[in-house]
């Protein structure tokens, strides 16, 4: 595999985050990128519905789920080989690309719904790649101890994303139809690619620079492994090797360390450094750690318990209380606002003392908010209860982000991130359908509290697992 090589290094900043220039610059790009997004799937409904049949637009509107949840983990593995700045650029360059020759199409013919789905398919190949890299780049514009702070930041930048980004996709589609709001996506995202290429890198960590604790845990898991099995190294050594080797896509080289002469083996070069095998050493990382297992066992619950009564559920629970479109509105406008708040709190903070109890906690509060959100009969105070669920549910989310961010070896975490997608972006997805069929069984009140209940064992499992329980952001 060819050496990377990557800009000049920076030192951590002396200041807090949201004084620093390079995190400054990152966050920029990716505010616009996300409006960018915002808008493009504004356009690409409006097209896919002007063009087609409402069944045929929605295929549209999913088609490109599918490349994304099957090729995630291995844009995990591009992340942490090639580094995750340049797979970010090369990413928004070739949406911006796409979705501009796209617009220019539109402007001149009318191709129909191929190219629609087309379009769907390759936005749903390159997010594999662009979502693990955006997870692992943060790790290497600041120091660990400022990455709480950009969490909160980047969460702070997908709710601007979110409110600005489809009335500026409503405008362009008023304007000049899908082909303007096309246009305006595609020059949106392409603002993030300059200020990306001056974001500077920080130097890769030494083996075990994510957390001391960390590389005694992963030597545990290398000691007691079973027979036959590959060994499991300290975090930023997926070879194994005591010594540690440079981190995987910034600067390795094709082959594993050699055993020395004198170690009384014979000098062997392992095999090459392959996908697969960056792969399986990724998985093998998350399982073998002693946080990050936990961890994303606790973000798969999280969302699969939030994400069903959040989306459809809500729909049909306004529906059937008589809220209308405008209760509804108001009740999203209120969790929006609640998590707008967790993002601007650990923003403002940087850090929150025992953030694994605290996340725990956050969490078990938002799962009961969820249980009682069926339970208020007024849109007042499901106004209140929806404050409440995106204030508990933000805070718990952005505090596991964190930790995912600081716990992990920033040579894993492109993988570690692509881990934590599948199980946001492929499994949570899952429970709307069957929210929605166990809602027209049993009704809202019920399905609510099963949301809740499976919601809630996330913070249960939290709380029962010491290392994760005890688990600390850096100051």
Same mark, same amino acid.
């Given at each position: 595999? /060819? /050496?990377?090589? !990557? +800009? $000049?290094?920076?030192? +951590?900043?002396?200041?807090?985050?949201?004084?620093?220039?390079?995190?400054?610059?990152?966050?920029?790009?990716? &505010?616009?990128?996300? !409006? =960018?997004d915002n808008v493009f799937y504004i356009a690409?409904?409006?097209?896919?519905?002007?063009?087609?049949?409402?069944?045929? %637009?929605?295929?549209?509107?999913?088609?490109?789920?599918? #490349?994304r949840a099957l090729l995630m983990l291995g844009g995990g593995v591009?992340?942490?080989?090639?580094?995750?700045r340049r797979v970010v650029i090369g990413s928004d360059a070739v949406r911006c690309a796409a979705v501009l020759t796209v617009a220019a199409l539109l402007f001149v013919a009318h191709p129909g719904l191929w190219l629609l789905a087309l379009l769907a398919v390759v936005f749903g190949i390159v997010d594999a790649v662009f979502m693990p890299a955006v997870g692992a780049l943060p790790a290497r514009v600041t120091g660990r101890d400022q990455l709480a702070r950009v969490q909160g930041m980047r969460g702070l930048a997908v709710r601007f994303a979110n409110v600005v980004g489809a009335p500026l996709g409503g405008l362009g589609v008023a304007l000049g139809g899908s082909a303007t709001a096309f246009a305006l996506a595609g020059l949106?995202?392409?603002?993030?690619? #300059?200020?990306? !290429?001056?974001?500077?890198?920080?130097?890769? $960590? $030494?083996?075990?620079?994510?957390?001391?604790?960390?590389?005694?845990?992963?030597?545990?898991?290398?000691?007691?492994?079973p027979a036959g099995?590959?060994?499991?190294?300290?975090?930023?050594? #997926?070879?194994?090797?005591?010594?540690?080797?440079?981190?995987?896509?910034?600067? @390795?080289?094709p082959h594993a360390r050699v055993p020395d002469a004198e170690d009384g083996a014979a000098a062997v070069p392992e095999r090459p450094a392959t996908a697969w095998r960056d792969l399986r050493d990724g998985l093998r990382y998350?399982?073998?750690?002693?946080?990050?297992? +936990?961890?994303?066992? /606790?973000?798969?619950?999280?969302?699969?318990?939030?994400?069903?009564p959040l989306n459809v559920g809500l729909a049909l629970l306004a529906d059937r209380r008589g809220w209308g479109a405008s209760g509804m509105g108001l009740v999203v406008a209120a969790f929006g606002a609640g998590a707008g708040a967790a993002a601007l709190l650990l923003a403002w903070r940087g850090t929150l003392p025992r953030a694994g109890s605290a996340g725990a906690a956050a969490l078990l509060g938002g799962s009961v908010a969820i249980g009682a959100l069926a339970q208020v009969p007024g849109v007042g105070a499901a106004v209140g209860v929806a404050l409440a669920i995106g204030l508990l549910a933000g805070l718990s989310g952005a505090l596991c982000g964190a930790l995912l961010q600081t716990q @992990?070896?920033?040579?894993?975490?492109?993988?570690? /991130?692509?881990? %934590?997608? !599948?199980?946001?972006?492929?499994?949570? +997805?899952?429970?709307?359908?069957? &929210?929605? %069929?166990?809602?027209?069984?049993w009704g809202t009140?019920?399905?609510?509290?099963?949301?809740?209940?499976?919601?809630?064992? =996330?913070?249960?499992?939290?709380?029962?697992?010491?290392?994760l329980r005890r688990a600390e952001l850096p100051r």
């Open positions: 595999m /060819t /050496t990377t090589v !990557i +800009p $000049p290094a920076v030192r +951590p900043p002396a200041g807090p985050a949201h004084r620093d220039g390079n995190v400054l610059r990152w966050l920029g790009a990716y &505010t616009a990128s996300m !409006i =960018g690409l409904s409006w097209a896919a519905v002007r063009s087609g049949t409402p069944s045929q %637009a929605g295929l549209v509107m999913a088609v490109s789920a599918v #490349p591009v992340a942490d080989r090639f580094g995750p949106l995202i392409a603002v993030s690619v #300059p200020l990306l !290429i001056s974001v500077r890198m920080r130097e890769t $960590p $030494p083996a075990g620079g994510a957390d001391a604790a960390n590389t005694a845990n992963m030597a545990d898991a290398a000691n007691t492994a099995a590959e060994a499991v190294g300290p975090p930023g050594d #997926p070879d194994g090797s005591p010594g540690g080797v440079p981190a995987r896509g910034d600067a @390795s080289g998350i399982r073998g750690h002693r946080v990050l297992a +936990p961890l994303i066992v /606790t973000i798969a619950l999280g969302d699969l318990g939030f994400v069903g @992990s070896d920033p040579a894993y975490l492109g993988r570690v /991130t692509a881990v %934590a997608g !599948i199980v946001s972006l492929g499994l949570a +997805p899952l429970s709307m359908p069957l &929210t929605a %069929a166990a809602i027209g069984w009140g019920p399905v609510f509290v099963g949301s809740a209940v499976v919601c809630g064992l =996330g913070g249960v499992v939290a709380l029962a697992v010491r290392d």
